[in-house]
């Protein structure tokens, strides 16, 4: 597997690509990152073309099962996050170069 992008990272490529000061570059990704959590909180769908979209979703109670002791428990109604990728990444992701990932 790959190494892990962080915050740091993409303020690095947001840098290299704009030449924008560091701390200007930082406040961009924070303040994308800001507004996608906002509106993925609020149960808005988040739709980036050729990436993906973010949404969440309601889960109903259900009976789940300890593994290790077999015994039924209630797992309370909850909402996830979901990630449903396009179909561009999803290709890109699963298309490989010389035996390399693009």
């Known amino acids: ?16 690509k704009l030449g924008l ?14 507004e996608m959590t906002a509106r993925i909180a609020k ?13 969440v979703r309601s889960k109903g109670r259900r009976i ?3 593994p290790k002791t077999g015994v039924e428990v209630p797992i309370e109604p909850r ?3 979901v990630f449903k990728p396009s179909n561009i990444l999803r290709t890109r992701i699963n ?6 990932l693009d």
């Open 1 to 16: 597997m790959g190494e892990t992008c962080t915050r740091a990272d993409l303020t690095e490529a947001v840098y290299r």
């Open 95 to 100: 298309r490989k170069v010389d035996g390399k």
């Open 21 to 34: 000061s560091r701390t200007e570059c930082a406040s961009i990704v924070e303040f994308v990152l800001h």
């Open 64 to 66: 789940g099962r300890n």
């Open 43 to 55: 149960g808005e769908k988040v739709k980036l073309s050729s990436f993906g979209s973010f949404l």
């Open 79 to 81: 909402r996830v996050l």
